[in-house]
DNA sequence: AATTCGTGGAT
DNA sequence: TATCCAAGAAT
């Protein structure tokens, strides 16, 4: 079936399209497969100069394999899920070892390697190789939700389906990776998630949703849950020589990997963090001094964080540098993965608590 | 199928 | 200020 929707789409994108990105220059496997997923639900501007810095510092895919993969975290610092930082590098050596260091060119290939799902193996597909595979990123699920007035949440799988169908239908056999880049850019640019600009909309004549004046209705938006409220102590414990105790968190879960501040149990008062100190970390510290408390909001839940700075009293080493615990000065902390508030914490502690 | 996993832009 | 939700994948 020729597809009129693909052929106006690409017109539209010869003249309206974005054609300089980054990742657009020097274009092959490594810098497309990078670029992914930095965007997995994450904003292009917010991407940009965490794409450049990692470009200069892993150039290709032997230097991100060989890399201490704190190194990785720390250029991956701020930008979130870091479990994406962690797979990139577990992919990376891979493809090494198990690809002689040339990606693969198969859906099936791509989605072996960890990180990469349907939507990213079909992107890397398209976009450094012109194979012909279709995605399903957050724009284009917008687009076609709207042109076929598709109703539902797209997270129910049913939807979901439906809207595997149609990207499948409409992914041209030509020019798939300006079809590609095209109705990203279509998503991004004019059929935004609210007012979106169907007077210039190349697709504007076959368009469901347009057509009965309900662009609004679609995607159908997730059902809202309330989210927990979580609260925690944060301590920064310096020693004489201030150094500050930073702890390496668990390779799961929230933050997984990555170098925080000691926790405490939010259980412990005030008055008592002395000898939480003592008990959890075995240091003798002397008065606390409360910071300003703040709220962080994670994706599923809210985290009241409550930092407190303590002087170490006795000698610091009884906490020995560890694989999990390291004394480092403020400087040498802002050179490793940091979670975004802690790091907001280390650098401006009056700044943070107005968060 | 439903949860988990971050942060910040946009409104 | 609060809410939604981004170039999603793993479990």
Redesign the pocket.
């Known amino acids: 079936m020729h597809d009129r929707f693909a052929d106006k789409l690409l017109q539209w994108y010869d003249s309206h399209g974005?054609h300089d990105?980054p990742?657009?220059h020097n274009r092959n496997a490594y810098r497309v497969w990078v670029?992914?997923?930095m965007?997995?639900?994450?904003?292009?501007?917010?991407?940009i100069p965490y794409f450049e810095a990692f470009m200069e510092r892993f150039p290709d895919v032997h230097a991100l394999a060989e890399a201490p993969v704190d190194d990785v975290l720390s250029h991956w610092?701020?930008?979130?899920?870091?479990?994406?930082a962690r797979?990139l590098q577990k992919?990376a050596q891979t493809v090494v070892q198990d690809f002689a260091g040339e990606f693969p060119q198969t859906q099936e290939e791509l989605?072996s390697?960890?990180?990469?799902?349907?939507?990213?193996?079909?992107?890397i597909l398209a976009?450094a190789f012109g194979i012909r595979a279709a995605?399903?990123?957050?724009?284009?699920?917008?687009v076609l939700a709207r042109y076929h007035a598709i109703p539902g949440w797209?997270?129910?799988?049913?939807v979901?389906n439906q809207l595997w169908h149609r990207a499948e239908e409409h992914t041209p056999e030509q020019r798939v990776r300006d079809y590609t880049?095209g109705i990203?850019?279509l998503?991004?640019m004019v059929c935004?998630?609210?007012?979106p600009a169907c007077e210039s909309c190349p697709l504007q004549e076959g368009c469901t949703a347009y057509a009965q004046n309900e662009t609004s209705l679609y995607?159908g938006?997730?059902p809202?849950?309330?989210?927990p409220e979580k609260t925690t102590w944060m301590v920064i414990i310096e020693d004489g020589e201030g150094r500050i105790l930073l702890e390496r968190?668990p390779p799961?879960?929230?933050?997984?990997g990555?170098w925080s501040l000691p926790e405490l149990d939010p259980a412990y008062g005030a008055d008592e963090l002395q000898e939480a100190c003592e008990q959890s970390l075995g240091l003798d510290c002397g008065e606390p001094e409360l910071i300003s408390g703040f709220?962080?909001?994670?994706?599923?839940?809210h985290l009241h964080i409550q930092p407190a700075r303590l002087n170490v009293t006795g000698r610091a080493n009884t906490v020995a540098d560890s694989d999990h615990l390291k004394w480092l000065h403020r400087h040498e902390a802002l050179n490793l993965g940091?979670?975004?508030?802690?790091?907001?914490l280390l650098t401006e502690p009056e700044q943070a608590a107005l968060l």
């Open positions: 974005r990105l990742w657009h670029s992914e997923i965007l997995q639900q994450t904003q292009v501007t917010t991407v610092s701020g930008l979130g899920y870091y479990a994406r797979n992919a989605e390697l960890t990180g990469i799902g349907r939507s990213t193996a079909a992107a976009q995605i399903l990123d957050g724009n284009v699920k917008r797209p997270g129910q799988t049913a979901l880049q990203m850019d998503g991004a935004t998630r609210s007012r995607p938006s997730k809202k849950k309330a989210k968190r799961s879960g929230i933050w997984g990555l709220r962080h909001t994670f994706s599923h839940y940091l979670p975004a508030p802690i790091r907001s």
